[in-house]
Every structure is written in structure tokens, then in C-alpha cells.
């Protein structure tokens, strides 16, 4: 950031030290040295606005990955969600059959030994009718508990994107400020050196306005040392003063 300073320095330099253009407000400035001026100041410029410039292009694209991503994430817990809850139910489903089938077969065979076998046999197919009904809440309960999981997941996910989205925001922010700063010393120095010059100028107009009425007094001077000369030294006859001679006949 000092070599931004020093070659501005240089430029207003450079300006200040031109030679001006008679009767304008222009000056010369040598092309080389200004263009090298300008290649350094472009250089020396901070990375940083750089950067944020390349936020700023990216700043649209940033924001619809972000969202694309929470979609996405969202869509696959709900996926995920949905074929653990499936999965879940096919095994209750399953065992709630298998336990049927075992408790009709329990009960057949109960009704051909004895009435006792009979209640024996409907107290176990009671039992595991409870223990598959029991352990298909918990298959579900836990297929929903992770389906939450999920969804929040995706929510958090969704706002630390929606966050990086601020920061993107505080860097579009900036980048302006540093720019309209960089425009307001432009128009600063431009103005500066517009009044220098005409300064310069006036100075110049005075100085040979000057001379010019330096010349004109020393021209009149002239005109009239020759004047007096003409008129010869005093009590000199001038060429009336002669007689006139007669020519001969």
C-alpha cells in the first residue's frame, strides 16, 4: 500500500514539474515515465480488491450452489428418511407375519393336544405378538429420530451457507467504499493540478504582459531619440535657412 502513495506522489510530482503549454491549461508530460507511474500504481494496488471483485462475480453463483446444496441435502435426508422408515415397516410388516403364521401354527397344534396347551400357546403367540409389535415401534421411532436428525442437519448446513452469504455481502460493501474513495482522490488530485497550472499560466500571462509594455515604452523611447536627431543641433540653419542662388542665364 506505500508504493500506492509514492507513485501518486510521483505522478503529482511529475505534473507539478511539466513544462505548460502557452495559452492553455494542458502541460507535457513525458508519455514513459507516466505510463511506468501507472503500471506501478496498477501493481501496488492491494489484492484484497482483487479479491473482492472476484467475490462479487461469484457472488450469484456462490448463493445458488448454496441453496442447490441445501436442496440437496434436504432431498436426500427425506430420501434417507423414507427408506429407513420403509425398511422399518417391511420388518414389522415381516415379523407382525411371521408371528401370525407361528401363532396359528401354536394354536393348531394348541387345539389338537389339550385346552391347556391351547392357552399356553395363545399366551406365547400373545407375547410375541407384543414383542414384535414392541419392536417395531422402536424400528420406527428410531427411522423418525434419524429423519429428524437429518432434517436438522440440512437446516444447519442451509444457514452457514446463508451466512457465508454475509460475509459476501460485507465484501461487495466494501470493494464500493474502496473504490469510491479511489475516485474521490482522482478527481482531488486531477483538480488540484488543474488549479496549479492555471496558477502557472497566470503567472506566465503577468510576466509577459510585462515585457510586452517594456517593449512598448522602448519602442516609443526609440521613436522619439529619432525625432531629435533629425532636427539637428540647435542653431544649426536647416535646408530653408540657405539663400537661393540665381542660375546663370
Do not use: W
Not at 32 to 44: E, T, V, W, Y
Not at 133 to 144: F, W
Amino acid at each position: 500500500m506505500y508504493r500506492v502513495f509514492e507513485a501518486l506522489d510521483e505522478l503529482v510530482q511529475t505534473v507539478e514539474q511539466a513544462y505548460g503549454v502557452p495559452m492553455t491549461s494542458n502541460c507535457m508530460v513525458p508519455r514513459n515515465d507516466m505510463l511506468a507511474l501507472l503500471d506501478d500504481l496498477r501493481n501496488a494496488l492491494p489484492i484484497e480488491i482483487d479479491d473482492a471483485q472476484d467475490v462479487l462475480d461469484k457472488q450469484e453463483h456462490i448463493l445458488r450452489g448454496a441453496e442447490d446444496r441445501a436442496r440437496e441435502m434436504v432431498t436426500d435426508a427425506e430420501a434417507q428418511a423414507s427408506g429407513i422408515v420403509g425398511q422399518a415397516q417391511d420388518q414389522s410388516d415381516a415379523m407382525l407375519a411371521d408371528a401370525q403364521q407361528r401363532a396359528t401354527g401354536l394354536v393348531a397344534k394348541a387345539e389338537d393336544d389339550a385346552d391347556h396347551i391351547v392357552g399356553s400357546a395363545r399366551r406365547e403367540a400373545d407375547e410375541t405378538v407384543g414383542r414384535a409389535q414392541s419392536e417395531a415401534d422402536r424400528l420406527i421411532a428410531d427411522g423418525n429420530e434419524s429423519y429428524r436428525r437429518s432434517v436438522d442437519e440440512g437446516m444447519a448446513e442451509q444457514e452457514r451457507l446463508v451466512s457465508e452469504s454475509e460475509v459476501v455481502r460485507r465484501a461487495n460493501e466494501e470493494a464500493h467504499r474502496i473504490v469510491d474513495s479511489a475516485h474521490a482522490d482522482s478527481n482531488r488530485l486531477r483538480s488540484e493540478c488543474d488549479d496549479f497550472v492555471d496558477s502557472k499560466l497566470g503567472e506566465f500571462e503577468e510576466t509577459l504582459t510585462g515585457v510586452l509594455r517594456t517593449v512598448g515604452r522602448d519602442r516609443q523611447a526609440l521613436r522619439r531619440g529619432a525625432g531629435a536627431a533629425g532636427a539637428g543641433p540647435a542653431g544649426a540653419p536647416v535646408a530653408g535657412d540657405y539663400p537661393l542662388r540665381r542660375r546663370p542665364e
